[in-house]
């Protein structure tokens, strides 16, 4: 379930609305410390009105807000003016995220594209000659098909409690077949265990 910490970040000036939003941009901090409101103050400290990025996405998963979503930041250069600037912290060029943090960013881009609709999901390198969001970061695009429900977000091996709930659920008749525990389900696939659930129970078994 999302949720996003609020912070109420105090501002030098007000953050200007913007007129569209088509584009979330990736950002890593870089360091393996910090949070929403230690980057307010460094960015305080360069003479910005306050924070430049959007979100914050701790390691342990906890998202912050930044300047508000429907706000310019800086974080992007000539992509400000129209997108979201998300900072994961760490040093991705050390380590990928951690999965605390891409479920969560899965999880806030399905947020923000039932507010702005279909977002196109950049890295910060994508528009400006930086190695940000680092090396170890997932591809963009792999991020943006996950968020769109096209592949799991479980990882690491398959484990014994997964495969043991797909063979149960073909021993019960809700499954005609053993399936990869990772596969997606459609729609049709989906009524079709519902069907047989409701199957079972009027059959009384």
């Known amino acids: 379930m999302l949720r996003i910490v609020q912070t ?3 501002f030098t000036a007000p953050p200007i609305p913007r007129k569209k939003t088509t584009h979330i941009y990736l950002h890593h901090s870089a360091g393996e410390t910090g949070d929403a409101y ?3 103050r460094q960015h305080l400290g360069q003479g910005w009105r306050g924070i430049g990025y959007n ?3 701790l390691k342990n998963g906890t998202i912050q807000t930044g300047r508000p979503h429907n706000t310019i930041g800086s ?3 000539p992509g400000n003016p129209y997108s979201i600037g998300i900072c994961l912290v760490g040093n991705m060029n050390n380590h990928p995220p951690t999965d605390a943090q891409m479920q969560s960013l899965i999880e806030l881009i399905r947020y923000l594209e039932g507010i702005y609709g279909n977002l196109t999901v950049d890295d910060h390198s994508d528009i400006m000659p930086t190695a940000c969001p680092g090396a170890q970061m997932p591809d963009d695009d792999y991020i943006d098909k996950i968020a769109e429900g096209g592949n799991s977000m479980v990882t690491g091996p398959i484990q014994p409690w997964e495969t043991q709930h797909i063979q149960l659920a073909v021993q019960n008749g809700f499954l005609s077949q053993i399936h990869d525990p990772r596969e997606p389900i459609c729609y049709s696939e989906l009524a079709a265990i519902i069907n047989n ?3 079972k129970i009027a059959g009384g078994k």
Do not use: P
């Open 55 to 57: 979100y914050v996405i």
């Open 8 to 10: 109420n970040l105090k």
């Open 75 to 77: 974080h992007s250069g």
């Open 197 to 199: 659930f409701y199957a």
């Open 38 to 40: 230690v980057f307010h």
